[in-house]
T-cell receptor
Framework: GAGVSQSPSNKVTEKGKDVELRCDPISGHTALYWYRQSLGQGLEFLIYFQGNSAPDKSGLPSDRFSAERTGGSVSTLTIQRTQQEDSAVYLC????????????FGPGTRLTVT | RKEVEQDPGPFNVPEGATVAFNCTYSNSASQSFFWYRQDCRKEPKLLMSVYSSGNEDGRFTAQLNRASQYISLLIRDSKLSDSATYLCVVNPTGANNLFFGTGTRLTVIP
């Protein structure tokens, strides 16, 4: 079946511009996570959505970052006024209900801020 | 202190060798532990869970030492296809998310 998809696969933007990254999770998966991975760094948790519950935004690094999940499916991560330190690979993962360890990752969006 | 710490490597080993990776975690209340594998410029994928009693999946053996807050992964009879970065992952009790180590890079040499 179809896995997690993300778009765009690559994004180059100028400092100060806003960007939107999209994630299509696996159908039926109730949980969705956003992470980012910088060169040589581990995955950094950003935000978590579970069903209709309020999202866990505890990992968002600043108020320039926000995310939505519409209809319990597609999610969009928005970064406003991008900075060079935002350059990273942004990974989305979805997870079946009740299996907190089994996260299925998308291929990621490589964001470069110039 | 980081939630999860790993030796970044790199580990360069010949085919057929046995190699072991270690990882420590800081939250003693953590209950769930995993190893993920990440190939170059690809997404992470679950390799195996780590159980208290230790567990084995083919050539891969995972062990947990709760007293020392230490997790290990042993790979026997290394194959070229084992070349990847191995991520130690912890899910602290009550946490919604997984905490990932920075990974240990393995290269298996012909």
């Amino acid at each position: 079946g179809a896995g997690v998809s993300q778009s765009p696969s690559n994004k180059v933007t100028e400092k100060g511009k806003d960007v939107e990254l999209r994630c299509d999770p696996i159908s039926g998966h109730t949980a969705l996570y956003w992470y980012r991975q910088s060169l040589g760094q581990g995955l950094e948790f950003l935000i978590y959505f579970q069903g209709n519950s309020a999202p866990d935004k505890s990992g968002l690094p600043s108020d320039r970052f926000s995310a939505e999940r519409t209809g319990g499916s597609v999610s969009t991560l928005t970064i406003q006024r991008t900075q060079q330190e935002d350059s990273a690979v942004y990974l989305c993962a979805s997870q079946p209900w009740g299996r907190s360890y089994e996260q299925y990752f998308g291929p990621g969006t490589r964001l470069t801020v110039t | 202190r980081k939630e999860v710490e790993q030796d970044p490597g790199p580990f360069n080993v010949p085919e057929g060798a046995t190699v072991a990776f270690n990882c420590t975690y800081s939250n003693s209340a953590s209950q769930s532990f995993f190893w993920y594998r990440q190939d170059c410029r690809k997404e992470p994928k679950l390799l195996m869970s780590v159980y208290s009693s230790g567990n084995e999946d083919g050539r891969f053996t995972a062990q947990l030492n709760r007293a020392s807050q230490y997790i290990s992964l042993l790979i026997r009879d290394s194959k070229l296809s084992d070349s990847a970065t191995y991520l130690c992952v912890v899910n602290p009790t009550g946490a919604n998310n997984l905490f990932f180590g920075t990974g240990t890079r393995l290269t298996v040499i012909p």
